[in-house]
C-alpha cells in the first residue's frame, strides 16, 4: 500500500454516556484518515450515531453527563469547552438518515447555512448552488425547478438535496448517518457514486445502512458493538479477514 | 348469538344517537344566541347607528365612540401582549432548561388564566389608574387587558413552536446556524400562523370583555372620540351593560343593535383566525 492519508479526525480514549443511560461511548481510540470513506458499521445502539454526533458537537442539544477523553480536527481539540461551534460545524458537515429539508425552496435550502455565515455575494451564492448541486448529482434533476419548494422533491432528491446543502458549505469533512436508509437502490446507487467522488476532495464518515454498504463503500471500516470499536482497519482486509470472531460473526449475518 | 349480535348494533345506535345529540346540543345555544341578536339588532343597525356619536341621554343617535374605543383598546392590548406573550413562549419553547424556575412560570401560567376578570379590572384600578396614576384611560385598560389575555398567547404560541418538528432545529445547527438563527429564520416562520391564531383569538376575548375596562378605562358617556392613550373611553361590551341595566326607558332595538355590532366585531376577528389557519394549513411543507 502506498503512503497512507494524513490523519484529518483523530480520536483518542473517547468514552460518553447520556443522562437516561442510553447508548453510550466506551473508551474508542479510532484515527479518520482524509480523501478516504471511513465506514463505521456495527448492531443498532452500538454508538455509530452518538460517535458522529460527538465529531459535530451536535451531542451538546442532547443531554449528555459524561465526556471524557479527545477529539482532535487537525491537532485541534474540539471537546475543548471553548471550541467555535459555529465554525466546527461549518468544518464538519452532517447528512442524516431521514432526509430533513428545510420548509423553503431548494435554493434557499442550499443558501441558508452561506447565508447564516454571512456569505451575501448573489454571484457567490449561485456559483456554490450550482456547484454543490452537481456534486451531489442533482443538478440536471432539479436545474429548472430551484425556486420550488424542497418538499416537493422525490425521496431521493431530498436526501442528495441534504448532501449538497452541507458540500455548499465547504466543510472538509462530511459525516453521513445511513443516508440511504430510506432510498431505493437507485437513489442508494447514484448517492454512493456521488461519495466515491467526493472522497477526493473531502474527508468522509459514513454509518451505512447494510454490511453490503459498508463493504462496498469502505476504504476503511471499524466496526462498533455495544459502545466499543471492536475491530478496526482497512475495509479490503476487515470485510475479508477479519480478526475478531465478532466482527466475522456479525459480517457473516451471524447476529444483529 | 344473534341475538346478542342485534342487541349490541342497538346498543351502537343509541350510543351515537346521544353522541349526535350532545354534539347538536352545542350548536343550539350558538345559533340561537346568534340568531336571535342579528335578527332583533339588524334593523336598529344604520349608517346613522355605526358613525355618530349616542344623543338624547343615549336613547338615540349611534355607537361610533364605543366602536372606536373597542377597537383602540383591542389594538392597544395587541401592542403590549404580543412582544411580550410571544417573547415568553419562545423562552419556555426554546431556551428554558426544564428545572423548578420554569414549572413556577408554568404554574404562574395556569393560574394568571383562571382569576376572574373582575379580578384583573381591580388589579388594574390599583396598578395602573391610580398608583401610576394612568388615570382612567385607554392605556391603563390596554395593559389591563394585556395581563388578562397574556396566558392564552403564551400557551398557544408555545404550543405553535413546539409542534414545528425537532429536526428543523437539528439540521440548522448542524449547519452552523446558532440558536437565535435558528429560531428566527426557521422556528418562529412557522410557527406564525399558530401564533397569530392565539393570538386573534386572545384579542377576540378581549375585545368582548367589560369587567377588566370597568375600573380602568370605559367612561358612562363620552361622546367625543378619545384623542390620546391618556383618554377615557366608551367601548361596546361597557356601553351594551349601560344602556341594558342603567338607563330605564332604552329603546330595545338600540340594545340588541349595540349587541350585533359586539358580535359582529368578535365574529369578523374569529374568521379572520380560522382563515390564517386553514390558508397557513394549506402552505405548510411539513
Same mark, same amino acid.
Given at each position: 500500500?502506498?503512503?497512507?492519508?494524513?490523519?484529518?479526525?483523530?480520536?483518542?480514549?473517547?468514552?460518553?454516556?447520556?443522562?437516561?443511560?442510553?447508548?453510550?461511548?466506551?473508551?474508542?481510540?479510532?484515527?479518520?484518515?482524509?480523501?478516504?470513506?471511513?465506514?463505521?458499521?456495527?448492531?443498532?445502539?452500538?454508538?455509530?450515531?452518538?460517535?458522529?454526533?460527538?465529531?459535530?458537537?451536535?451531542?451538546?442539544?442532547?443531554?449528555?453527563?459524561?465526556?471524557?477523553?479527545?477529539?482532535?480536527?487537525?491537532?485541534?481539540?474540539?471537546?475543548?469547552?471553548?471550541?467555535?461551534?459555529?465554525?466546527?460545524?461549518?468544518?464538519?458537515?452532517?447528512?442524516?438518515?431521514?432526509?430533513?429539508?428545510?420548509?423553503?425552496?431548494?435554493?434557499?435550502?442550499?443558501?441558508?447555512?452561506?447565508?447564516?455565515?454571512?456569505?451575501?455575494?448573489?454571484?457567490?451564492?449561485?456559483?456554490?448552488?450550482?456547484?454543490?448541486?452537481?456534486?451531489?448529482?442533482?443538478?440536471?434533476?432539479?436545474?429548472?425547478?430551484?425556486?420550488?419548494?424542497?418538499?416537493?422533491?422525490?425521496?431521493?432528491?431530498?436526501?442528495?438535496?441534504?448532501?449538497?446543502?452541507?458540500?455548499?458549505?465547504?466543510?472538509?469533512?462530511?459525516?453521513?448517518?445511513?443516508?440511504?436508509?430510506?432510498?431505493?437502490?437507485?437513489?442508494?446507487?447514484?448517492?454512493?457514486?456521488?461519495?466515491?467522488?467526493?472522497?477526493?476532495?473531502?474527508?468522509?464518515?459514513?454509518?451505512?445502512?447494510?454490511?453490503?454498504?459498508?463493504?462496498?463503500?469502505?476504504?476503511?471500516?471499524?466496526?462498533?458493538?455495544?459502545?466499543?470499536?471492536?475491530?478496526?482497519?482497512?475495509?479490503?482486509?476487515?470485510?475479508?479477514?477479519?480478526?475478531?470472531?465478532?466482527?466475522?460473526?456479525?459480517?457473516?449475518?451471524?447476529?444483529? | 348469538?344473534?341475538?346478542?349480535?342485534?342487541?349490541?348494533?342497538?346498543?351502537?345506535?343509541?350510543? =351515537? @344517537?346521544?353522541?349526535? $345529540? !350532545?354534539?347538536? %346540543? &352545542?350548536?343550539?345555544?350558538?345559533? *340561537?344566541? #346568534?340568531?336571535?341578536?342579528?335578527?332583533?339588532?339588524?334593523?336598529?343597525?344604520?349608517?346613522?347607528?355605526?358613525?355618530?356619536?349616542?344623543?338624547?341621554?343615549?336613547?338615540?343617535?349611534?355607537?361610533?365612540?364605543?366602536?372606536?374605543?373597542?377597537?383602540?383598546?383591542?389594538?392597544?392590548?395587541?401592542?403590549?401582549?404580543?412582544?411580550?406573550?410571544?417573547?415568553?413562549?419562545?423562552?419556555?419553547?426554546?431556551?428554558?432548561?426544564?428545572?423548578?424556575?420554569?414549572?413556577?412560570?408554568?404554574?404562574?401560567?395556569?393560574?394568571?388564566?383562571?382569576?376572574?376578570?373582575?379580578?384583573?379590572?381591580?388589579?388594574?384600578?390599583?396598578?395602573?389608574?391610580?398608583?401610576?396614576? =394612568? @388615570?382612567?384611560?385607554? $392605556? !391603563?385598560?390596554? %395593559? &389591563?387587558?394585556?395581563?388578562?389575555? *397574556?396566558? #392564552?398567547?403564551?400557551?398557544?404560541?408555545?404550543?405553535?413552536?413546539?409542534?414545528?418538528?425537532?429536526?428543523?432545529?437539528?439540521?440548522?445547527?448542524?449547519?452552523?446556524?446558532?440558536?437565535?438563527?435558528?429560531?428566527?429564520?426557521?422556528?418562529?416562520?412557522?410557527?406564525?400562523?399558530?401564533?397569530?391564531?392565539?393570538?386573534?383569538?386572545?384579542?377576540?376575548?378581549?375585545?368582548?370583555?367589560?369587567?377588566?375596562?370597568?375600573?380602568?378605562?370605559?367612561?358612562?358617556?363620552?361622546?367625543?372620540?378619545?384623542?390620546?392613550?391618556?383618554?377615557?373611553?366608551?367601548?361596546?361590551?361597557?356601553?351594551?351593560?349601560?344602556?341594558?341595566?342603567?338607563?330605564?326607558?332604552?329603546?330595545?332595538?338600540?340594545?340588541?343593535?349595540?349587541?350585533?355590532?359586539?358580535?359582529?366585531?368578535?365574529?369578523?376577528?374569529?374568521?379572520?383566525?380560522?382563515?390564517?389557519?386553514?390558508?397557513?394549513?394549506?402552505?405548510?411543507?411539513?
Amino acid at each position: 500500500m502506498s503512503n497512507p492519508d494524513p490523519v484529518k479526525v483523530s480520536i483518542q480514549h473517547l468514552s460518553l454516556a447520556y443522562s437516561d443511560g442510553k447508548e453510550s461511548l466506551r473508551n474508542v481510540s479510532l484515527d479518520v484518515r482524509s480523501h478516504a470513506i471511513t465506514v463505521l458499521f456495527g448492531p443498532a445502539g452500538g454508538g455509530k450515531s452518538t460517535l458522529l454526533r460527538t465529531i459535530n458537537r451536535l451531542n451538546d442539544l442532547t443531554d449528555v453527563v459524561h465526556v471524557s477523553g479527545s477529539v482532535r480536527l487537525d491537532g485541534e481539540d474540539i471537546l475543548d469547552p471553548a471550541t467555535d461551534l459555529i465554525s466546527l460545524r461549518r468544518r464538519v458537515g452532517m447528512v442524516f438518515a431521514r432526509p430533513v429539508v428545510l420548509p423553503m425552496s431548494v435554493r434557499q435550502n442550499l443558501t441558508y447555512g452561506l447565508e447564516l455565515a454571512g456569505e451575501r455575494n448573489p454571484a457567490r451564492l449561485a456559483e456554490l448552488v450550482e456547484r454543490s448541486l452537481r456534486a451531489a448529482a442533482l443538478w440536471e434533476e432539479v436545474e429548472g425547478r430551484l425556486d420550488d419548494p424542497a418538499i416537493s422533491l422525490s425521496g431521493g432528491q431530498q436526501q442528495r438535496l441534504c448532501l449538497a446543502r452541507v458540500l455548499a458549505l465547504e466543510p472538509e469533512v462530511i459525516m453521513l448517518d445511513e443516508p440511504t436508509s430510506g432510498l431505493d437502490p437507485i437513489s442508494t446507487g447514484k448517492v454512493e457514486t456521488s461519495l466515491q467522488e467526493l472522497k477526493h476532495e473531502y474527508t468522509l464518515l459514513l454509518v451505512p445502512h447494510s454490511v453490503q454498504q459498508a463493504a462496498r463503500t469502505a476504504d476503511y471500516a471499524a466496526f462498533m458493538l455495544e459502545g466499543e470499536l471492536i475491530e478496526f482497519g482497512p475495509g479490503k482486509d476487515l470485510f475479508t479477514r477479519p480478526q475478531e470472531q465478532r466482527t466475522e460473526d456479525y459480517i457473516e449475518g451471524r447476529f444483529g | 348469538m344473534a341475538l346478542n349480535a342485534q342487541r349490541r348494533r342497538i346498543t351502537q345506535q343509541v350510543g =351515537f @344517537g346521544v353522541l349526535l $345529540l !350532545a354534539a347538536l %346540543l &352545542t350548536v343550539l345555544p350558538i345559533a *340561537l344566541i #346568534v340568531g336571535l341578536i342579528l335578527w332583533r339588532g339588524a334593523p336598529a343597525i344604520s349608517l346613522e347607528f355605526l358613525t355618530a356619536a349616542p344623543r338624547d341621554g343615549m336613547k338615540a343617535g349611534g355607537i361610533l365612540p364605543a366602536i372606536v374605543g373597542t377597537f383602540w383598546l383591542t389594538l392597544g392590548t395587541a401592542v403590549v401582549v404580543v412582544p411580550f406573550g410571544v417573547g415568553a413562549a419562545v423562552y419556555l419553547s426554546e431556551y428554558a432548561p426544564e428545572s423548578r424556575w420554569t414549572r413556577l412560570i408554568r404554574i404562574a401560567i395556569i393560574n394568571l388564566a383562571g382569576v376572574p376578570s373582575v379580578v384583573y379590572g381591580l388589579f388594574g384600578l390599583g396598578l395602573f389608574v391610580l398608583f401610576l396614576r =394612568f @388615570g382612567t384611560s385607554i $392605556l !391603563a385598560g390596554s %395593559l &389591563t387587558l394585556a395581563i388578562m389575555t *397574556l396566558p #392564552v398567547i403564551i400557551s398557544t404560541a408555545e404550543e405553535a413552536l413546539r409542534a414545528v418538528p425537532q429536526s428543523f432545529r437539528v439540521v440548522s445547527i448542524s449547519l452552523g446556524g446558532t440558536q437565535w438563527q435558528t429560531i428566527r429564520r426557521v422556528v418562529l416562520p412557522q410557527a406564525v400562523p399558530g401564533i397569530l391564531t392565539g393570538v386573534i383569538l386572545g384579542l377576540e376575548r378581549a375585545a368582548g370583555e367589560t369587567a377588566p375596562i370597568l375600573f380602568t378605562a370605559a367612561a358612562f358617556f363620552l361622546p367625543r372620540l378619545p384623542g390620546s392613550p391618556f383618554d377615557a373611553t366608551m367601548a361596546l361590551p361597557y356601553h351594551l351593560f349601560v344602556i341594558s341595566t342603567q338607563v330605564p326607558g332604552m329603546p330595545i332595538q338600540l340594545q340588541y343593535g349595540t349587541a350585533a355590532v359586539l358580535l359582529g366585531f368578535v365574529l369578523v376577528m374569529n374568521l379572520l383566525a380560522t382563515v390564517v389557519r386553514s390558508r397557513a394549513r394549506a402552505r405548510r411543507q411539513w
